[in-house]
């Protein structure tokens, strides 16, 4: 996993940053978090139940309460953890959320709150970059886990919110394939007139930063024999850096086979909020908790520098 090792390290040097976690009494979420600090990634917010957070910091690395980079707040339940993190980002207590021992619906409602939420303008998309030994480079899906059923419309903040994060990871013009069934516009398949008004949006200057081709089938988008196979003659086919899926169906079903039937590492978060958003499932390895959170911090950075710029 060379490239996550380059997150971390790239990570490290934001030791500043700030991270809430929402329900954070949950095993393998202390396990990410003990791990994060002692790999001196951030200090950490925990909100939850403080006696069973307490117990088991205790339980794997007690000398982690002395340093002073990790504080407990109590809550009576998981929704008033979530609602408490979400707040101390809002507040700007914290740069960073992350989700923890809480159903994903409860923290993204909580996140999209009118009142105290860490809405902006954009839409929020859920970003995963996947790497495994046998990758010839990282690969991002977008998006597995929040927009049900995305428009066009949606899909260009999803791919833009996905531009932003690779572009957070060193890969400044990522190549970007929406994905659908075939490699041929076929106005019966949505997804494949969606990929080629990207491709043409993207041509046009509507798409910045990246360089869209579409429609494509995984294969070709992947790799590059089967995109020669089919004669496709594209910057994009066969070397994309993000897979663009066409719902949240079909992107879940890509992440759990990457994971289960491709051995890959994930990290992953919603990005387009105010603040990015460690989002991992519980079926998720400690190691991907600990990728996820230091995608995140390289996100937060990227996000601050961008706001240095346009202020
Ligand atoms: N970005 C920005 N604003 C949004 C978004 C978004 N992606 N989604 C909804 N909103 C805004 C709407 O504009 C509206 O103002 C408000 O939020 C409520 O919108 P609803 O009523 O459409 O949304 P909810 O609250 O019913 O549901 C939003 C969820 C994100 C909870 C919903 O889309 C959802 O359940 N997504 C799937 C999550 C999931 O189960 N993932 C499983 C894999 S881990």
Redesign the pocket.
Same mark, same amino acid.
């Given at each position: 996993m060379k490239f996550f090792e380059t997150i971390l390290n790239e990570a490290r040097q934001q030791s500043h940053v700030v991270i809430a976690v929402a329900a954070a009494e949950d095993q393998e979420v202390i396990e990410a978090v003990l791990t994060a600090l002692q790999q001196q990634l951030g200090r950490f917010i925990l909100y939850g139940n403080q006696e069973k957070i307490k117990k088991a910091i205790l339980q794997y690395a007690p000398e982690l309460f002395q340093d002073g980079r990790v504080q407990i707040f109590h809550s009576l339940s998981n929704e008033y953890a979530a609602k408490a993190a979400v707040r101390a980002v809002h507040l700007r207590e914290a740069t960073v959320l992350m989700k923890g021992n809480v159903p994903? *619906?409860t923290l =993204?409602?909580e996140? &999209?709150n009118?009142e105290y939420g860490l809405?902006t303008e /954009? =839409? &929020? !998309?859920?970003v995963a970059l996947f790497d495994a030994p046998h990758f010839s480079k990282p690969i991002i899906v977008t998006d *597995?886990?929040? /927009?049900?059923a995305p428009g066009l419309t949606?899909k260009v903040?999803i791919l833009q919110n996905a531009v932003e994060v690779a572009r957070g990871i060193g890969i400044s013009i990522p190549k970007v394939a929406p994905i659908a069934a075939v490699e041929v516009v076929n106005p019966n398949m949505q997804a494949t007139m969606d990929a080629a008004a990207l491709t043409q949006m993207n041509r046009r200057g509507q798409i910045k930063n990246c360089i869209v081709d579409g429609p494509l089938a995984l294969d070709n988008a992947v790799s590059m024999e089967a995109a020669r196979h089919k004669g496709i003659a594209s910057e994009v086919a066969g070397d994309a850096d993000i897979l663009l899926m066409p719902g949240?169906e079909e992107g /879940?079903i890509l992440y759990k086979s990457l994971i289960y039937f491709g051995q890959a590492s994930v990290a992953g978060l919603i990005d387009?909020?105010k603040a990015p958003v460690v989002?991992t !499932?519980r079926s998720d390895s400690a190691k991907s908790k600990l990728y996820s959170i230091a995608l995140a911090i390289c996100a937060a950075k990227r996000a601050a520098n961008k706001r240095i710029w346009e202020e």
């Open positions: 994903t *619906a =993204l409602k996140v &999209l009118k809405r /954009n =839409l &929020l !998309s859920h *597995a886990a929040m /927009n049900i949606e903040q949240i /879940n387009g909020a989002f !499932s």
